[in-house]
């Protein structure tokens, strides 16, 4: 009676340390999972940022620099990289910026030289 009292204590014991470990395994997989998904999303936010610049002004730049900042402070160090190429895209996107103005202007100046035109056909 004393043996198998003992036997199935060491068997609880052993069901006990099994269901740890595949907590713990269970724990990591999630981790790992987080971090897979977490760098898929800054990537697809970068690009979406290019296509969001070319449209809007550069305060959607800076909005979206920090949120980057933010996550590279929760998440690993590889982020950094990522940010450093934004850095890079943000002085291409203040280059092209300033033709679009130049375009614009460009652009003006053919409708005052339209207006005329009709001018001319209507007398």
């Known amino acids: 009676m004393m043996i198998e009292a003992e036997t199935n204590h060491e068997k609880d014991k052993d069901r006990g340390k099994a269901q740890k470990l595949k907590q713990q395994k269970v724990v990591t997989a999630l ?22 610049v070319v449209d809007a002004v550069v305060v959607d730049v800076v909005v979206v620099d920090v949120v980057v900042v933010d996550a ?13 190429e ?6 291409v996107v203040v280059d092209v910026v300033a033709v679009h103005v130049v375009v614009v202007h460009v652009v003006v100046v053919d409708v005052v030289v339209v207006d005329a035109v009709v001018v001319d056909v209507v007398w």
């Open 31 to 52: 981790a790992l999972v987080v971090n897979v998904v977490v760098v898929d999303i800054v990537v697809v936010h970068v690009v979406m940022v290019n296509v969001m």
């Open 72 to 84: 590279v402070v929760v998440d690993v160090v590889a982020v950094h990289v990522v940010v450093v």
């Open 86 to 91: 934004v850095v890079v895209v943000e002085v």
